[in-house]
Each structure stands twice: as structure tokens, then as C-alpha cells.
T-cell receptor, first 111, second 114 residues
Framework: SQQGEEDPQALSIQEGENATMNCSYK?????LQWYRQNSGRGLVHLIL?????REKHSGRLRVTLDTSKKSSSLLITASRAADTASYFC???????????FGKGITLSVRP | DVKVTQSSRYLVKRTGEKVFLECVQD?????MFWYRQDPGLGLRLIYF???????EKGDIPEGYSVSREKKERFSLILESASTNQTSMYLC?????????????FGPGTRLTVL
């Protein structure tokens, strides 16, 4: 069953702008993760935020988690053309380390 | 660095053929996963394994089987390939439960069934 739902489905911005992507989910989670996928490649892990955390930073990435609203956001600051990719949120709600992925957001950063 | 490798980047098979997709990880991970990725549907879990010789069905196991004879290797088998199994197949691995369960992905195998 699909747990995470990203929003918007596609985003196009100018290089240097910030990109904000959202993810909503339905059930309680242990953690939420964001992944990036360049065209035709495998996914790369970006950041993990646990259910007892509210905000986390990694370089130009900032992730927030609001468990009361069952939502998360991924902010990429000062975007670059190389940030062009698909971004997925994934939730972990069980004991088997199984993740449930959303359908992804396609981000295009225009040079 | 963790490395997950998949046996082929591109594969073309005919309907009815038996297809093997191999995945190997080099970090002694307990958990391994097979997903398929289709436009508009995202990643869907086919099977996963959290130990040698153990396997668990994911969300869409029909038409697939798996084999995990060694810890580092997880194989996906299409017993009789069909055109609706044309897809991108992604393998992933992660540490044992109780650790961060960040998943490490292979580069993917794009399978076309004619």
C-alpha cells in the first residue's frame, strides 16, 4: 500500500532558487527518509529524520517532520542544475526495515 | 562505501523465458530488497529478505520468486516472463533492524519483455 504521497508531482525552478517538496503519510512511523534518483539510475539516500525529531539539516538540505499533521518537507536551498532529479520520501512503520516509497517529485532546475 | 551491484543494466527477453536478475552487496547487510519502478506508480516492493534463506512477500510478488542462498546475494526470478513485467528493477540492501535502515540501491536493471 502506498504510504508517502509527495507534493507537487513536478517542480521547475531557476538555479539559485529554493525548492520545497512535501510528503504526507497516513499511519504512524518510526522514521521518514528522503531519496534522490537521477534519470535512469538507482536511488541515493539523502537524509533520515526520526519520529521524535522535528528538523534536520545536511548541507543545503533541510528536512522537517510534523507527526501531528503526518507530513514532512524537504527544502533544497540555493538550487543547482545538478539537483535536477526525482525525489522520493519513504516511511518506515514496521519491524522489518521495510520502507514504503511515494511516487516521487520531478525537480527541474533551469540554469 | 557500500556497493550494491546488479548483473545487467539492460536486458531484453522474450515472453515465456525464465529470467534471473542478480544483486550483490558488499557490506554484510542483513536485509535485501527487490523493487520494480514504473512511471506514475513509483517504487513497489516485490520481495525482501532479512536473512539467508529467508524471504518475505512484498506488495506485488505475483509472477516472481526470489533466492537468497548467500548473505551477499539476492536473486529475483521471473519463471515465465510476460510483457507486463517490462520495467526497471531495483535492488537494495540495508543493515539489520535496530540500526538506521537507510537503504542502499543498485543502479537498476531495465528489463524489456518482447
Amino acid at each position: 500500500s502506498q504510504q508517502g504521497e509527495e507534493d507537487p508531482q513536478a517542480l521547475s525552478i531557476q538555479e539559485g532558487e529554493n525548492a520545497t517538496m512535501n510528503c504526507s503519510y497516513k499511519t504512524s512511523i518510526n522514521n521518514l527518509q528522503w531519496y534522490r534518483q537521477n534519470s535512469g539510475r538507482g536511488l541515493v539516500h539523502l537524509i533520515l529524520i526520526r519520529s521524535n525529531e522535528r528538523e534536520k539539516h545536511s548541507g543545503r538540505l533541510r528536512v522537517t517532520l510534523d507527526t501531528s499533521k503526518k507530513s514532512s518537507s524537504l527544502l533544497i536551498t540555493a538550487s543547482r542544475a545538478a539537483d535536477t532529479a526525482s525525489y522520493f520520501c519513504a516511511t518506515d512503520a514496521g519491524a522489518n526495515s521495510k520502507l514504503t516509497f511515494g511516487k516521487g517529485i520531478t525537480l527541474s532546475v533551469r540554469p | 562505501d557500500v556497493k550494491v551491484t546488479q548483473s545487467s543494466r539492460y536486458l531484453v527477453k522474450r515472453t515465456g523465458e525464465k529470467v534471473f536478475l542478480e544483486c550483490v552487496q558488499d557490506m554484510d547487510h542483513e536485509n535485501m530488497f527487490w523493487y520494480r519502478q514504473d512511471p506514475g506508480l513509483g517504487l513497489r516492493l516485490i520481495y525482501f529478505s532479512y536473512d539467508v534463506k529467508m524471504k518475505e512477500k512484498g506488495d506485488i510478488p505475483e509472477g516472481y520468486s526470489v533466492s537468497r542462498e548467500k548473505k551477499e546475494r539476492f536473486s529475483l526470478i521471473l519463471e515465465s516472463a510476460s510483457t507486463n513485467q517490462t520495467s526497471m528493477y531495483l535492488c537494495a540492501s540495508s543493515f539489520h533492524r535496530g540500526f538506521s535502515n537507510e537503504q542502499f540501491f543498485g543502479p537498476g536493471t531495465r528489463l524489456t519483455v518482447l
